[in-house]
Nanobody, 122 residues
Framework: QVQLVESGGGLVQAGGSLRLSCAAS????????MGWFRQAPGKEREFVAA????????SYADFVKGRFTISRDNAKNTVYLQMRSLRPEDTAVYYC???????????????WGQGTQVTVSS
């Protein structure tokens, strides 16, 4: 099993940036594909980005391409989501997720963090 704890959320003005972090427990972090999802009020949770076990491959939702970057540091058991050019519609609770495997996927994650709130003001 792996436990995930997100941090780095907050309030930012439109056009600003935030970097989310997700710290994972355990000694097998590199065995997991890592993903970021988000859920806005009244909406279903949606895929944002994913990264392969070694960071060599990534996948993004169309609405964040060119603005968000996912990365990982296996030595620190941490995955990051750098968010730039934020928009009010990016406001949501952002969740980190983990799934055993190698290639980045958009669904089927088994482990989830508790989420961190991101609010973008206009």
């Amino acid at each position: 099993q792996v436990q995930l704890v997100e941090s780095g959320g907050g309030l930012v003005q439109a056009g600003g940036s935030l970097r989310l972090s997700c710290a994972a427990s355990g000694r097998t972090f590199s065995s997991y594909v890592m993903g970021w999802f988000r859920q806005a009020p009244g909406k279903e949770r949606e895929f944002v980005a994913a990264i392969s076990w070694n960071g060599g491959s990534t996948s993004y939702a169309d609405f964040v391409k060119g603005r968000f970057t996912i990365s990982r540091d296996n030595a620190k058991n941490t995955v990051y989501l750098q968010m730039r050019s934020l928009r009010p519609e990016d406001t949501a609770v952002y969740y980190c997720a983990a799934e055993r495997g190698r290639a980045p996927v958009q669904r089927g994650y088994d482990y989830w963090g508790q989420g961190t709130q991101v609010t973008v003001s206009s």
